[in-house]
């Protein structure tokens, strides 16, 4: 059956800011489904607030609103727009929900807009679940027992029931936070207590604990006429227990005889049809008891989901795209199969390779929080690594992590350790379990027993076994043992005392090269047409390189916090413009959530880790005329040196004006040249030498190691007692680079600048003020573009001195500074020759896809030659916020430095500064208030400031609230507030005041470690209870600005199409 | 152990042999199918063939005595990427190293089966000789040059039953479990190399199960008065199993009649159809078949190496019920004026979905419509 022609209009709602539980997974999707319907003639009108996605991009829909997703916004644009439907399926748990609310409030029936893709009744049955739980009884499956509870009483009655341990799991939150296991009364009081606060219909779910069961997933398909295929199956290294999300997944299923995975299939297939999931993909969960192999069903979600990219990364079947087309009326036999050509996409892809996922993490940011894997998701990216066994795809995957381990060796972990101590760490579930794992099997403990203590899988132990027991026999003899082992040649290398070099020399002189296999998602039945390769030892390459002009794009691999999306999001525009220039474009990269790592984005993909050898590899195979390190963050930049000196073409910028920018020695003689100012600053390699420095320059000081993304380890240092364990911390993740000291600019404004050059033409991109002051990392603080508080000659001061800056160091494509104004006095704090962060939020704020000229320029063409040579002014205001991930890191402080700590970002458009910068705070889920109390107190420093602030605040009608120097302040200067006692001063207190829901937003700047702690309760009380809060005074000014206009003006909603006009 | 595949057009595999030590020559194919090898181990039809598995890890979950389609493997070899040593799943028994030797069958592990499967997807299925008994690559030759092949021989007598019996054991479930209604169809079953599960599923069906050899006339089956007649999967080419058509032919419109495979092959060419080779066949999980009846697709298991041509059939008495979304080849038909029908992919699954098991259903009408 054809396409409906009954719709003309179709509405995507995205998922917002990338958080935990919610990547970029959806961008992939999101712009899949974009791509797909506008390429049907459908007219698509998007929602996301998140701007570093590619499907923002104005050209992917007809109308692109970057609005809050809220369901006020959503019903403000669907006024406007009048869409036919809404896809809810393609924008994670944000979207989903979103639709939800709109259709339980009416506003779809009042606008007379349809769900396609799943309705309200499905949806319900599949995300309610005692209701999906009747459902999966009713066909004969079984759950694990459990039971819906809303207050205490009930989480009495039910736990009885399930017993302990007792899994708890509040209803409708991503990536299941606040899911616990509670091992005992007093811990199931808590998590049920928690749980019902962050639900947000204040319900929570007890469930029977099936902990060490085995745990897969199935990805189905269904189209309108009931045809229903199964993508992939996904077999978790980890046990049940663990989120999947944070779990090593392996595909395909690996352990199950066909029986058993035919009665998966089945119960998948009668799940799918009994929840009513009309269209599109599903995954569905099931936990598996290894000792009998009983099965349950555990969960499923009636969208696409983050399995649902690694499942179409995993086989090459594009879920999200073929569910766009099937939601519109197309069944799986009417679409090709994309790669093969000329079967349909109604089958089950049959794959010839084993595919592993790892998690990555960032606990060394979260060091108050215990680094422990639960229910509740805590990873911040993956990795995918594909190879024709596991043992090699498991090892491929490790090195793709990028956390600088390349094997399983025992120099990670503290191998002193007695085996006792040993298997206390292997019953923990640590993020780096398996080091462990391998440490045990290192000495011989039986697997049994390490199958006993882990659950993880004896199929697991024994491959990794096969792997640890190889270590040792590695000579040079037999390489090729090793590498179809998957052992990477650093660590063969190490192994056997030669420079990593030498050994690759040796290695491709003994014929042992890697080649390269398809993913064509028919195990070779049927010739493929699209050039998606992975690595592996063995006979028959694939590659077929062409003869065409082509260069190699370097991806960003895994996200974590400080490199994600961002950088991605450039990759893909560099495929995009070689694509329009006639140059082939071959993407290498590792992240399954990506864009980038989607067969159409490039003209070739090779999904491989991003290191040295396996760079090397693909640039040998490939020979290309160039490749481009600057756009994939650190991770291609940290290879530019090595790769650069093993003859490969860097194009762009060179690796020798990368260092100068990084190398600070190189950098001052640079500033000194061009007369320009930067802050007062040293090196030094240890503690002694930046005592010295300290001395001279006098505090505060900014500490941080070199070469490092993400402000890690970065840190403000008042006083000499603090410097000692801030420099230790700096030189452990320096890695015998110079540890970077600068004089501090206390109350500074800090500036981002994104510009382009072609080495001879320079244009500004955008200039960003931040929100916050200098010393919040650039990445955690919200800006505006236009500035909205510096003075004309200020700027144009600015302009010049990034375009000295921009020639000076020959950059060829983009450049970012981050300078810091004291005084009317500019300083210098930052360049980085590369894609910055920002690239994609003034690419969307000022509608210039300046990644995509970027690329071009490195290619050789030059900005005149592309009609970019003026700076583009725009009227309104573009406003960047930063998300948070502390709610899911119990423990930890919530006030912004230095480290960026942010997973995400959100964008907010006005003509008024006041409502861009609401917008921004709303859709980041920042509520802000209209009325209510407010509560303050504030360092000395920040007093003056504050007092403004509370005036405004008082007269638009709030009642103002305050600690006692606070307070004793705003009376002094004729601002009525009321005394709140602190914590520490007895009861009740303010802390006390904020969970009896009696404050509507918090403004708390502090300074000194004592202050810090003593006010830590009221910060991480006010988010568990989603209370606004502003940590900084100049943010607090923003929001005072923020409320007002939102009390005077109306929030109005618009595409960036139009703003573009 | 060495292990060794030689192939008719020259090309030689070298890895690590494992199971038997022995050597075998037969038809090489490639299967699709990720899970399922003991049933595929089992298959009878697979009888003179050696099977390379796409799949690159096997032997994952070990072997048991539950998931077998006939008492012993019949193919000619086994060849995988990597077998694994160590399997585990609670319904593991013995290794698949260790019921290879068992059973005789050499298999070959550590080459790289993507190029042979490219290889086989481009030159079509060729002869080859397995070897993992240190014979030389001259006297391979030798022998591989003596194998006739596939076609035009009947080598469903080398697989099929020699006496009849009757057949009682229903499907079982993973646990073993088992749901047996009351015997109600007196059916004889042709074995050609019959898959066990299409007989358990008889029996789950309600029907009494008689197997016969291939070779059992009209008359012979006529005489016990069945209420319907099923044609059986079994290796190689119809062509040559002319005892089967003509009895096949003398038995349509007297009894209803349903084939699966080979069974629908033979149907075929007792209708008056062609059988043509395809290049590589069809052996895996994942096959699309379109029923042009309720334009529903099912997932289908398929191990097939002929085919009934479409076009020769279009002037008999039949409509043509399914077809493979991948090739267009043909999937199943049935008879107008008789009733009699037949698909070419296996509604028995095992291994593989279980979409198309309401084949046996319509099977169970017809009687009814009979009777």
């Known amino acids: 059956m054809p396409k409906r022609t009954d719709i003309h209009k179709i509405m995507i709602i995205g998922s917002g800011p990338i958080v935990i539980g919610q990547g970029c997974e959806f961008d992939y999707s999101g712009a899949q489904a974009c791509k797909a319907l506008k390429k049907e003639g459908y007219q698509v009108i998007l929602v996301n607030s998140n701007p570093a996605t590619i499907m923002t991009d104005p050209e992917l829909a007809d109308h692109t609103y970057i609005e809050p997703i809220t369901p006020e916004m959503i019903e403000k644009i669907i006024k406007k727009e009048k869409p036919d439907c809404i896809l809810p399926t393609l924008g994670g748990q944000t979207g989903l929900n979103t639709a939800v609310a709109l259709a339980e409030s009416g506003v779809l029936k009042k606008y007379n807009v349809k769900l396609i893709g799943a309705n309200l009744a499905t949806i319900k049955k599949a995300e309610e679940r005692d209701r999906f739980k009747k459902i999966i009884l009713d066909i004969g499956l079984e759950v694990p027992k459990s039971g819906y509870v809303r207050n205490w009483e009930e989480a009495q009655k039910i736990v009885a029931q399930v017993g302990f341990p007792a899994i708890i799991r509040p209803s409708y939150t991503l990536g299941g936070t606040g899911g616990n296991v509670a091992y005992n009364a007093e811990e199931y009081k808590e998590f049920i207590h928690w749980g019902l606060n962050l639900s947000p219909k204040g319900e929570v779910l007890v469930e029977e604990s099936v902990l060490g069961w085995k745990e897969y997933e199935l990805e189905v398909m269904r189209d309108k006429k009931d045809n229903v295929v199964i993508v992939c199956s996904i077999e978790n290294l980890d046990p049940m227990g663990i989120h999947t999300g944070d779990s090593i997944t392996v595909a395909p299923a690996q352990t199950l005889t066909d029986k058993e995975y035919q009665t998966m299939r089945d119960a998948a297939l009668k799940i799918i049809r009994a929840i009513g999931v009309e269209t599109g993909g599903s995954n569905i969960q099931f936990a598996v008891n290894p000792q009998n192999g009983k099965m349950y069903v555990i969960e499923m979600n009636p969208r696409v989901s983050r399995s649902s990219s690694l499942a179409s990364k995993a086989t090459g079947f594009p879920i999200a795209k073929i569910a766009s087309l099937l939601a519109v009326g197309y069944t799986l036999d009417e679409i090709p199969n994309d790669i093969t050509k000329k079967t349909p996409a109604c089958f089950e892809p049959s794959i010839d390779y084993c595919v592993v996922k790892w998690p990555r993490f960032t606990f060394e940011k979260f060091p108050a929080t215990n680094p422990e894997l639960t229910i509740q998701m805590k990873s911040v990216g993956e990795a995918m690594a594909i190879g024709r066994t596991f043992k090699e795809a498991f090892q491929k995957a490790i090195r793709s992590l990028e956390i600088d381990r390349y094997s399983l060796d025992r120099k990670h972990i503290d191998s002193k350790i007695d085996n006792e101590r040993l298997k206390q760490i292997l019953r923990a579930n640590r993020w780096d379990k398996i080091w462990y794992v391998a440490e045990a099997l290192r000495r011989k403990l039986p697997i049994n027993e390490i199958y006993e203590l882990t659950k993880i899988d004896p199929w697991f132990l024994n491959n990794i076994d096969q792997i640890v027991q190889f270590e040792d026999k590695i000579s040079i003899k037999n390489l090729k043992q090793a590498k179809k082992l998957g052992f990477s040649d650093k660590y063969i290398a190490s192994k056997l005392n030669m420079p990593e070099t030498q050994l690759r020399k040796q290695r491709i002189a003994d014929g042992i090269c890697a080649v390269y296999k398809i993913v064509d998602t028919c195990g070779a039945e049927f010739e493929a047409n699209t050039p998606y390769l992975y690595s592996t030892y063995e006979d028959q390459c694939e590659a077929n390189p062409t003869k065409r002009k082509k260069v190699i794009i370097l991806g960003g691999g895994p996200n974590r916090i400080g490199q994600g999306i961002e950088f991605d999001y450039c990759c893909c525009h560099a495929a995009f413009a070689l694509k329009e220039i006639g140059i082939e474009s071959i993407m290498v990269n590792c992240n399954p959530e990506t864009v980038s790592t989607d067969y159409d984005t490039s003209d070739r993909l090779y999904f491989e880790p991003l290191t040295f050898e396996d760079v090397m590899n693909i640039v040998e195979k490939e020979k290309p005329d160039g490749v481009i390190v600057q756009f994939g963050g650190q991770t291609p930049l940290k290879l530019a040196n090595a790769l650069s000196k093993a003859g490969v073409k860097i194009i762009g910028t060179s690796p020798d004006s990368i260092d100068a920018a990084e190398d600070r020695k190189r950098f001052n003689k640079i500033v000194e040249k061009l007369k320009l100012n930067q802050p007062l600053s040293g090196t030094a390699m240890n503690y002694a030498q930046t005592v010295k420095i300290a001395r001279k320059l006098g505090y505060p000081l900014l500490i941080r190691p070199s070469f490092v993304l993400g402000g890690r380890a970065m840190q403000i240092v008042y006083d000499e007692t603090e410097l000692k364990s801030c420099v230790e911390n700096a030189i452990a993740v320096s890695d015998k680079h110079p540890i970077l000291i600068d004089k501090f600019l206390d109350d500074a404004a800090e500036l981002d600048v994104d510009a382009i050059s072609d080495g001879k033409t320079v244009v500004i991109g955008g200039i960003m003020e931040h929100i916050e002051e200098a010393g919040i990392h650039s990445g955690d603080s919200a800006c505006s573009l236009p500035p909205f508080s510096l003075s004309p000659a200020l700027i144009k001061e600015i302009k010049w001195q990034t375009k000295m800056l921009a020639l000076e160091l020959n950059v060829i494509g983009l450049m970012n500074i981050q300078f810091a104004v004291k005084d009317n006095q500019i300083y210098i704090l930052e360049v980085n020759p590369r894609a910055s962060r920002t690239v994609p939020f003034v690419s969307k704020a000022i509608g210039v896809p300046l990644a995509k000229l970027a690329a071009k320029v490195m290619a050789g063409k030059t900005l005149k030659e592309l009609g970019f040579t003026e700076e583009v002014h725009r009227s309104y205001y573009s406003v960047k916020e930063a998300v948070f991930p502390f709610l899911k890191f119990p423990g930890c402080d919530t006030l912004l430095g230095p480290e960026m700590l942010s997973t995400g970002e959100v964008m907010g458009l006005s003509d008024d500064f006041g409502i861009a910068y609401a917008k921004s705070q709303i859709a980041a889920g920042n509520n802000l208030p209209t009325g209510g109390n407010i509560f303050i107190s504030v360092k000395d420093a920040d007093k003056p400031k504050a007092v403004e602030i509370a005036k405004k605040l008082h007269q638009m009608g709030f009642k103002l609230l305050a600690t006692k120097g606070t307070c004793i302040e705003l009376i002094k200067n004729n601002v009525p507030s009321e005394f709140v006692l602190k914590m520490t001063e007895g009861r009740p207190h303010i802390v006390d005041l904020i969970i009896n829901n009696q404050i509507a937003m918090i403004i708390n700047t502090t300074v000194g470690k004592q202050t810090i702690k003593d006010s830590f309760a009221i910060r991480r009380t006010a988010l568990d209870r989603n209370v606004p809060y502003t940590t900084t005074i100049r943010g607090a000014a923003a929001v005072t600005k923020a409320i007002e206009s939102l009390k005077q003006k109306k929030t109005d909603v618009k595409p960036i199409q139009l703003y573009y006009k | ?371």
């Open chain 2, 1 to 371: 152990m060495k292990g060794i595949l030689l192939l008719e057009d020259g090309t030689c595999f070298r890895g690590c042999g494992f199971g038997a030590e022995d050597k075998k020559c037969g038809e090489v194919v490639f299967n699709t199918a990720m899970s399922g090898y003991q049933e595929i181990l089992t298959d009878p039809s697979y009888h003179e063939q050696i099977v390379t598995m796409t799949y690159p890890l096997i032997g994952n979950y070990g072997t048991n005595t539950l998931d077998v389609e006939s008492n012993k493997p019949y193919l000619s070899g086994f060849v995988v990427k990597e077998n694994c040593n160590f399997p585990s799943n609670w319904r593991n028994q013995i290794s698949l190293d260790d019921y290879l030797k068992k059973h005789n069958i050499p298999a070959l592990e550590d080459i790289d089966t993507r190029k042979l499967v490219m290889l086989l997807r481009q030159t079509g299925a060729m002869k080859g000789i397995i070897c993992t008994d240190g014979t030389s690559i001259k006297n391979l030759k030798d022998e591989l040059d003596k194998y006739p092949g596939l076609v035009d021989r009947d080598i469903v007598k080398n697989v099929c039953t020699k006496k009849s019996y009757t057949w009682d054991k229903p499907v079982e479930n993973e646990f073993g479990q088992t749901i047996k209604p009351q015997a109600k169809y007196n059916v004889i079953v042709f074995d050609y190399g019959i898959k066990q599960n299409i007989l358990r599923l008889l029996v789950s069906h309600g029907c009494k199960v008689t197997v016969v050899p291939a070779d059992t006339t009209a008359e012979e089956v006529l005489k016990q008065k069945p209420d319907g007649v099923f044609l059986s999967n079994g290796p190689g080419d119809p062509g040559p199993i002319s005892y089967a058509i003509e009895t096949i032919r003398k038995l349509l419109g007297k009894v209803p009649i349903f084939g699966i495979c080979l069974g629908h092959q033979l149907l075929g060419l007792a209708v008056g159809g062609d059988r043509f080779k395809l290049k590589f066949g069809h052996h895996g999980a994942n096959h699309p078949v379109k029923n042009l009846i309720t334009e529903k697709i099912e997932i289908t298991s398929q191990n097939h190496g002929f085919c009934i041509d479409p076009d020769s059939l279009l002037d008999k008495d039949v409509q043509i019920t399914h077809m493979n979304l991948n090739d267009n080849t043909l999937e199943g038909f049935r008879c107008k004026n008789v009733p009699a029908f037949a698909v070419q992919y296996h509604p028995e699954a095992s291994p593989g979905p279980h979409d198309s098991n309401y084949l046996f259903g319509e099977f169970i009408e017809l009687m009814d419509k009979v009777k």
